[in-house]
């Protein structure tokens, strides 16, 4: 049977990835270096159409992947001739993991960027039972995937995890990058570079993708001239690593702001004419009264409401037609005091009255009212990017702007939205979060340590 030992390996990949649609088929009759040549043209091919900047957001993922893949191929090259059958259960359970893995890189580069940044399970003590047998050195693991933007730090720590990393007999671990070459202070399990942070480029919005070569050196069995010395096996790791920019990318924030303002108007009675009482040659006072109710959608103004006496005329016996008096009318104009005042209802009465006999009274009211009406207006929020750099942001919340967003792009990719009022996905390199009082929220854009 072939050895199980490297697959586990592929735990660490998909620790956060829930399993999906496997697009690499597991034949039984698929030789295994064929297997492992599809894994690796599917990730190559993936890779070539997504830009640097889409795979910044799940380089974590990529580079479990592409170690997964380096193990693999490194254990597998001796077995000429096996297939999938010949795998045992726990190997094929791994390659449909990687699948997964791979599925999800592929969605992630394709969909949005609201997919969490990848993270690798500790299980260090089940690779070293695992692969205890093992003569060989075996990487796990290295961090961090991203360099610091240039203004953090002078030095970058890299360390490297694994199995067999140090063979005292033979030279110190070393790190390529480019033409320059670092050694590395090593134990068994792990390999620590310190490197200044001029060895990355200084990135100022894109970030970039740094090839490395990590070479070890391990027993061959192959002896020199000089018997008392064997010849080492030189054992090399792709690494690679995302240069963070200095800049972050930028944000807007956008919303429709709902704003209520109060509309009056005088009220013009349907129909306008007032109410008229008339009294003709007699005592006594008659009043009459009219209801009035304000348009569709408007309420009265109880505040501005009053009767006014528009005419109060009287007129005493005499002459042809008689005396002209205005004092002879006793009556007047009032806000009826047997009806409630109500927003939707207003009545006046107005009475005509005399105290002589034959005398006449003629009286015209009004109801002199506003009318109000509350109004909702829209207004659009002005977009205007701001720079987000690698500092806590502070945002205003406007309570009149439901489901105000924050829009954010990071290095150049398409806008992301951030919904304040409601649950919300976040894109990576950062975390969002609105204050206990609801007024602003704070942007904290985030270095992954690993």
Not at 216 to 240: C, D, H, Y
Not at 358 to 377: D, F, H, M, Y
Request: proline residues 7%; neutral net charge.
């Amino acid at each position: 049977m072939v050895p199980n030992r490297f697959f586990i390996l592929a735990v660490l990949c998909i620790f956060w990835i829930s399993p999906a649609q496997a697009k690499i088929s597991l034949d039984p009759t698929k030789s295994i270096s064929g297997l492992i040549k599809e894994f690796r043209a599917a990730l190559e091919s993936i890779l070539q159409t997504a830009s640097v900047e889409a795979q910044t957001t799940v380089a974590q993922s990529i580079n479990n992947l592409n170690m997964f893949l380096q193990n693999a191929e490194r254990a597998y090259a001796g077995t000429v001739g096996a297939t999938v059958k010949d795998l045992e259960k726990i190997e094929i359970d791994a390659f449909e993991r990687a699948n997964s893995l791979l599925d999800n890189v592929n969605a992630s580069l394709t969909s949005s960027l609201d997919r969490p940044l990848s993270s690798a399970e500790d299980i260090s003590a089940l690779v070293a039972e695992t692969l205890a047998f093992s003569s060989k050195p075996i990487v796990t693991r290295y961090s961090p995937t991203y360099v610091p933007p240039s203004d953090r730090d002078d030095t970058v720590r890299i360390t490297v995890e694994g199995l067999r990393l140090h063979t005292a007999e033979f030279g110190r671990p070393k790190l390529e990058i480019g033409e320059e070459v670092f050694y590395g202070s090593a134990t068994d399990r792990t390999i620590v570079f310190d490197l200044p942070r001029s060895v990355f480029p200084s990135q100022k919005i894109k970030p970039a993708s740094l090839q490395t070569k990590l070479i070890l050196e391990a027993p061959s069995g192959v002896w020199t001239i000089n018997r008392w010395m064997s010849k080492p096996q030189l054992i090399t790791f792709g690494l690679s690593f995302v240069v963070i920019p200095d800049k972050l990318g930028d944000y807007t924030v956008s919303g429709v702001r709902v704003l209520t303002e109060v509309v009056k108007e005088d009220y013009v009675p349907v129909p306008p004419d007032p109410p008229t009482l008339t009294i003709q040659q007699g005592v006594g006072v008659r009043a009459v009264t009219h209801c009035y109710t304000p348009p569709e959608g408007f309420d009265f103004d109880l505040n501005t409401a009053k009767a006014i006496m528009v005419e109060r005329q009287g007129a005493e016996p005499g002459g042809s037609g008689g005396k002209w008096n205005p004092a002879v009318n006793i009556g007047q104009a009032v806000l009826d005091p047997t009806q409630v005042l109500d927003r939707k209802r207003i009545c006046l009465s107005v009475s005509a009255g005399t105290g002589c006999k034959n005398c006449s009274a003629t009286s015209v009211g009004k109801l002199s009212v506003k009318t109000t009406k509350t109004v909702e207006r829209r207004e659009k929020l002005t977009e205007t990017a701001a720079q987000l750099n690698w500092e806590p942001v502070f945002v205003d919340i406007d309570e009149k702007v439901p489901n105000q967003a924050i829009n954010v792009s990071i290095f150049g990719l398409p806008r992301h939205p951030v919904l304040l009022d409601r649950s919300y996905s976040i894109p990576p390199f950062l975390q969002v979060e609105v204050h206990a009082n609801r007024k602003t929220a704070i942007i904290k854009p985030i270095i992954p340590a690993r």
